[in-house]
């Protein structure tokens, strides 16, 4: 009799490891970046590059890619996840942007 006491025993503590376990699961939350900057520096042969780094600024689900360091370049690049496209802008000089 007391043999199956502890069979059992050890099957409820395990349906309940298991129950616990996959409940646990179920509750994460990913996580979500509201916004960030990553820069790409550029390496040949173990040596660092000379030329303009390559920043993604993220913020609002939009991706924005810039080759140095100003932002208002003549020509942009976006990504919009929201919208689910992508952009490519031409600024001219006198300010107009295409």
Do not use: W
Request: charged fraction near 20%; glycine fraction near 6%.
């Amino acid at each position: 009799m007391q043999k199956n006491y502890k069979k059992y025993l050890l099957s409820i503590i395990l349906m309940a490891t298991t129950a616990c376990s996959l409940f646990a699961q179920r509750t994460k939350k990913t996580a979500v970046i509201a916004e960030g900057v990553v820069t790409y520096s550029f390496r040949s042969n173990g040596k660092e590059m000379r030329g303009a780094p390559l920043h993604l600024f993220f913020k609002n689900n939009i991706a924005n890619l810039v080759q140095g360091k100003n932002q208002e370049k003549k020509e942009g690049q976006y990504i919009d996840y929201n919208q689910q496209a992508t952009y490519q802008v031409l600024t001219l000089k006198d300010g107009s942007r295409f």
